[in-house]
């Protein structure tokens, strides 16, 4: 299944991409063989295994599996095997009493017929081994790479594999939201959701945190580190069970009732999925499970990730697509997942996986030899099957490299993803504050960071990642204020210039971001409110400490803090966009980034954004462009003293635009400090009105004579 092949369909809508872009239009060959080689593949896949849905449905049939009368279906993949067996407690841990029949193409199948009183021969909660005679006549003793159930005993240091069947499993209540037009995503941690230093469950997120972030106005909850993974400091992403949700947290039925729960409150849930690579774990992983070197992965140096240390799938194998589809079926369909963020897509769309490689933006970088277009193909099918099945779930990738068209429809050639995560914005920031004076923030390059996408492929911005919260590099939060948020947080003290600083631009730049960024916006958990310190996991380096594998929501209830500031305009924040559906609407019209008034200003779904950046210049009679005339007044404030601001403007104040184009704008308004503090009776003026900027403060504005 080699990727060479240019025979076979043209893409149907291909014209449309190259008409949105003619730049691409030299590489119109290299999008038709992508198109061709996902088409082909669909087509022998419905060829010989009678359509993708009954390909993507394998978990059913692989792994360990009950039937209606109670006896055992297994099935495995183990093309270098000389001879499986199933071994378990139900076997007293015969290795040879249940020997796998060989089928072709490397299966082998096995079926256990049910007991004299019809119970299944293998019960539920008991454990289970596949045994695995390799080429070398070795034994191995190896977990179902389709275990549902894996779990860890104090005591030991691998996963022991656990029949998952229960007499009665989690019913759904409540039916999945509708899809999104624009995503305020929550990314979550599940174990670490929780002051306590321990690792938290299901239960605790259930009914601890996910009325939290309803209360903040999120409506998507991201949730990591849910596909097993026996090192939990691996942050999620050195996968061993696939297809089992983590036992740390609790039950898969716990899971089910989670995501549930979040249902009935309309939040919609992703699965941030890893498909990239997976775990060098042999014991319990996937690595060497048939005791050859290769089976899901490719064999020899090209099957280990330098950096990551870890396995590469082999996309072009059919068994590998099979399992690969069949895992994302899974999640949505047995847990009620509404979609996926696809952790690593930089690693899997090239040979090199990004591994010392910059990319300019040149379109040669995206286009050649060294593009893996079975690892392409594979992210197309995906995509393809969540569309085809699952209409209303959504899929994101996590790419750094911007390839183009990655965004949009497999009809046009592209990768059939819904958004990408615009990577670009947390690293700018943070390379403002840790090279830059705030004297020297260049707003032109701000601007052009934020705004700098393709047009009609959506981005999801967000100003941190999760990343940045891990033990070696610092928050946003951390970065603005790092000591003295020790001491420095509580009301009691004085609002010392880093403090006051911290706080304010913590504001502005989430604000910024989410507003002018892209189509939909991202928070890590914590994030919201400037969670102090970073995140380090339990591990020989900290004592196997908890101390900071947590997230402390505490500090927001408490009134004496001041993280409770930055929580309640997150939330207003959310709740405006929520309003106004910023988010969905067109890209903002920016009519000012100013460089020497460290000013930015633009228009987004008829709100007008004021942002001034200048460490302590205020101005008075400030003109800004509007395109839509009429009375406006202040919407969002991020110096109102409930956001831990110095209330220097009056809400009350109406301002009034002037028919005076200027930056581009029919319509304008000025700016003017006396307005904002003084308790007389306003003077209207016929064309403008005089109000003040403040430093270090955004503002939103409203037109009341559109109001919504």
Same mark, same amino acid.
Request: hydrophobic letters at 35%; glycine letters at 8%; a negative charge.
């Given at each position: 299944?080699?990727?060479?092949?240019?025979?076979?369909?043209?893409?149907?809508?291909?014209?449309?991409?190259?008409?949105?872009?003619?730049?691409?239009?030299?590489?119109?060959?290299?999008?038709?063989? +992508?198109?061709?080689?996902?088409?082909? !593949? &669909? =087509? /022998?896949?419905?060829?010989? $295994?009678?359509?993708?849905?009954?390909? #993507?449905?394998?978990?059913?049939?692989?792994?360990?599996?009950?039937?209606?009368?109670?006896?055992?279906?297994?099935?495995?993949?183990?093309?270098?095997?000389?001879?499986?067996?199933?071994?378990?407690?139900?076997?007293?841990?015969?290795?040879?009493?249940?020997?796998?029949?060989?089928?072709?193409?490397?299966?082998?199948?096995?079926?256990?017929?049910?007991?004299?009183?019809?119970?299944?021969?293998?019960?539920?909660?008991?454990?289970?081994?596949?045994?695995?005679?390799?080429?070398?006549?070795?034994?191995?003793?190896?977990?179902?790479?389709?275990?549902?159930?894996?779990?860890?005993?104090?005591?030991?240091?691998?996963?022991?594999?656990?029949?998952?069947?229960?007499?009665?499993?989690?019913? +759904?209540?409540?039916?999945?939201?509708? !899809? &999104? =037009? /624009?995503?305020?995503?929550? $990314?979550?941690?599940?174990?670490?959701? #929780?002051?306590?230093?321990?690792?938290?469950?299901?239960?605790?997120?259930?009914?601890?945190?996910?009325?939290?972030?309803?209360?903040?106005?999120?409506?998507?909850?991201?949730?990591?580190?849910?596909?097993?993974?026996?090192?939990?400091?691996?942050?999620?992403?050195?996968?061993?069970?696939?297809?089992?949700?983590?036992?740390?947290?609790?039950?898969?039925?716990?899971?089910?009732?989670?995501?549930?729960?979040?249902?009935?409150?309309?939040?919609?849930?992703?699965?941030?999925?890893?498909?990239?690579?997976?775990?060098?774990?042999?014991?319990?992983?996937?690595?060497?499970?048939?005791?050859?070197?290769?089976?899901?992965?490719?064999?020899?140096?090209?099957?280990?990730?330098?950096?990551?240390?870890?396995?590469?799938?082999?996309?072009?194998?059919?068994?590998?697509?099979?399992?690969?589809?069949?895992?994302?079926?899974?999640?949505?369909?047995?847990?009620?997942?509404?979609?996926?963020?696809?952790?690593?897509?930089?690693?899997?769309?090239?040979?090199?996986?990004?591994?010392?490689?910059?990319?300019?933006?040149?379109?040669?970088?995206?286009?050649?030899?060294?593009?893996?277009?079975?690892?392409?193909?594979?992210?197309?099918?995906?995509?393809?099957?969540?569309?085809?099945?699952?209409?209303?779930?959504?899929?994101?990738?996590?790419?750094?490299?911007?390839?183009?068209?990655?965004?949009?429809?497999?009809?046009?050639?592209?990768?059939?993803?819904?958004?990408?995560?615009?990577?670009?914005?947390?690293?700018?920031?943070?390379?403002?504050?840790?090279?830059?004076?705030?004297?020297?923030?260049?707003?032109?390059?701000?601007?052009?960071?934020?705004?700098?996408?393709?047009?009609?492929?959506?981005?999801?911005?967000?100003?941190?990642?999760?990343?940045?919260?891990?033990?070696?590099?610092?928050?946003?939060?951390?970065?603005?204020?790092?000591?003295?948020?020790?001491?420095?947080?509580?009301?009691?003290?004085?609002?010392?210039?880093?403090?006051?600083?911290?706080?304010?631009?913590?504001?502005?730049?989430?604000?910024?971001?989410?507003?002018?960024?892209?189509?939909?916006?991202?928070?890590?958990?914590?994030?919201?409110?400037?969670?102090?310190?970073?995140?380090?996991?339990?591990?020989?380096?900290?004592?196997?400490?908890?101390?900071?594998?947590?997230?402390?929501?505490?500090?927001?209830?408490?009134?004496?803090?001041?993280?409770?500031?930055?929580?309640?305009?997150?939330?207003?924040?959310?709740?405006?966009?929520?309003?106004?559906?910023?988010?969905?609407?067109?890209?903002?019209?920016?009519?000012?980034?100013?460089?020497?008034?460290?000013?930015?200003?633009?228009?987004?779904?008829?709100?007008?954004?004021?942002?001034?950046?200048?460490?302590?210049?205020?101005?008075?009679?400030?003109?800004?462009?509007?395109?839509?005339?009429?009375?406006?007044?202040?919407?969002?404030?991020?110096?109102?003293?409930?956001?831990?601001?110095?209330?220097?403007?009056?809400?009350?104040?109406?301002?009034?635009?002037?028919?005076?184009?200027?930056?581009?704008?029919?319509?304008?308004?000025?700016?003017?400090?006396?307005?904002?503090?003084?308790?007389?009776?306003?003077?209207?003026?016929?064309?403008?009105?005089?109000?003040?900027?403040?430093?270090?403060?955004?503002?939103?504005?409203?037109?009341?004579?559109?109001?919504?």
């Amino acid at each position: 299944m080699a990727a060479a092949s240019t025979q076979g369909p043209r893409a149907p809508k291909l014209a449309q991409l190259l008409e949105r872009d003619p730049y691409l239009a030299p590489f119109e060959q290299d999008f038709q063989r +992508r198109y061709a080689l996902f088409y082909n !593949r &669909l =087509k /022998s896949i419905e060829e010989n $295994e009678g359509g993708l849905d009954k390909f #993507s449905k394998s978990y059913k049939t692989f792994g360990v599996n009950q039937f209606v009368d109670g006896g055992v279906y297994c099935k495995e993949w183990a093309p270098g095997a000389e001879a499986v067996f199933l071994t378990g407690d139900f076997n007293g841990w015969n290795p040879f009493s249940h020997p796998y029949k060989k089928m072709e193409y490397g299966k082998w199948e096995l079926f256990i017929p049910p007991g004299q009183d019809g119970y299944s021969p293998v019960p539920h909660g008991s454990k289970l081994k596949v045994v695995i005679r390799a080429q070398n006549g070795e034994l191995l003793y190896r977990i179902s790479p389709w275990a549902r159930y894996v779990v860890r005993d104090q005591d030991k240091v691998n996963y022991d594999w656990v029949h998952w069947n229960p007499p009665q499993s989690y019913i +759904r209540k409540h039916r999945s939201p509708e !899809r &999104l =037009k /624009s995503l305020r995503i929550y $990314e979550s941690h599940v174990g670490i959701a #929780s002051p306590e230093g321990k690792i938290a469950s299901y239960k605790n997120f259930t009914y601890n945190v996910l009325p939290r972030i309803k209360d903040l106005g999120y409506n998507c909850v991201q949730l990591m580190a849910i596909m097993e993974h026996a090192y939990y400091a691996s942050f999620g992403y050195q996968v061993t069970s696939f297809f089992a949700a983590s036992s740390r947290y609790g039950t898969p039925d716990d899971l089910k009732e989670m995501i549930d729960v979040a249902h009935s409150m309309g939040i919609t849930v992703l699965l941030d999925v890893v498909h990239s690579h997976a775990s060098k774990n042999s014991e319990d992983g996937l690595n060497k499970f048939d005791g050859t070197d290769s089976c899901f992965f490719h064999s020899g140096p090209k099957g280990t990730h330098q950096l990551w240390d870890s396995r590469l799938f082999d996309y072009s194998n059919w068994e590998v697509l099979r399992f690969l589809l069949s895992n994302l079926r899974m999640w949505i369909e047995d847990y009620g997942f509404d979609g996926f963020r696809f952790d690593g897509v930089t690693s899997m769309l090239y040979h090199h996986h990004g591994i010392g490689t910059g990319f300019s933006g040149d379109y040669n970088e995206y286009f050649g030899l060294h593009v893996d277009e079975d690892a392409l193909c594979y992210l197309m099918l995906a995509n393809h099957m969540v569309n085809f099945l699952h209409p209303e779930c959504i899929t994101i990738a996590e790419d750094v490299s911007g390839m183009p068209a990655l965004c949009r429809p497999v009809a046009e050639g592209g990768g059939g993803f819904d958004y990408r995560l615009a990577m670009a914005i947390p690293d700018k920031w943070i390379q403002i504050i840790k090279e830059l004076k705030d004297e020297d923030w260049n707003m032109g390059n701000i601007v052009y960071t934020l705004t700098n996408r393709r047009y009609e492929e959506k981005c999801i911005a967000y100003a941190e990642s999760h990343d940045q919260a891990l033990v070696g590099d610092k928050t946003l939060a951390f970065r603005l204020m790092d000591a003295e948020m020790y001491t420095n947080m509580s009301v009691l003290s004085p609002l010392t210039p880093v403090i006051d600083r911290g706080i304010q631009l913590h504001k502005m730049i989430r604000l910024i971001t989410h507003a002018l960024g892209g189509d939909s916006y991202l928070n890590f958990m914590g994030n919201e409110f400037g969670h102090p310190e970073w995140l380090d996991f339990p591990r020989k380096g900290n004592n196997e400490s908890y101390h900071y594998a947590r997230r402390q929501f505490n500090l927001t209830d408490d009134h004496l803090l001041r993280y409770r500031f930055l929580n309640a305009f997150d939330r207003d924040m959310n709740k405006s966009e929520e309003r106004f559906g910023w988010l969905a609407s067109p890209p903002a019209f920016v009519s000012e980034k100013h460089e020497s008034n460290k000013v930015i200003a633009f228009e987004r779904a008829g709100l007008v954004f004021i942002f001034n950046f200048h460490p302590y210049q205020s101005y008075a009679d400030y003109r800004v462009g509007v395109e839509i005339p009429g009375k406006y007044k202040i919407l969002l404030d991020s110096d109102a003293s409930e956001y831990g601001g110095h209330q220097r403007l009056d809400h009350n104040t109406e301002y009034f635009s002037e028919e005076y184009p200027h930056n581009y704008r029919h319509n304008s308004l000025m700016y003017n400090s006396q307005t904002s503090f003084s308790q007389q009776p306003r003077r209207c003026h016929k064309h403008h009105i005089k109000v003040y900027i403040p430093s270090r403060v955004a503002i939103v504005l409203q037109n009341m004579d559109n109001a919504k």
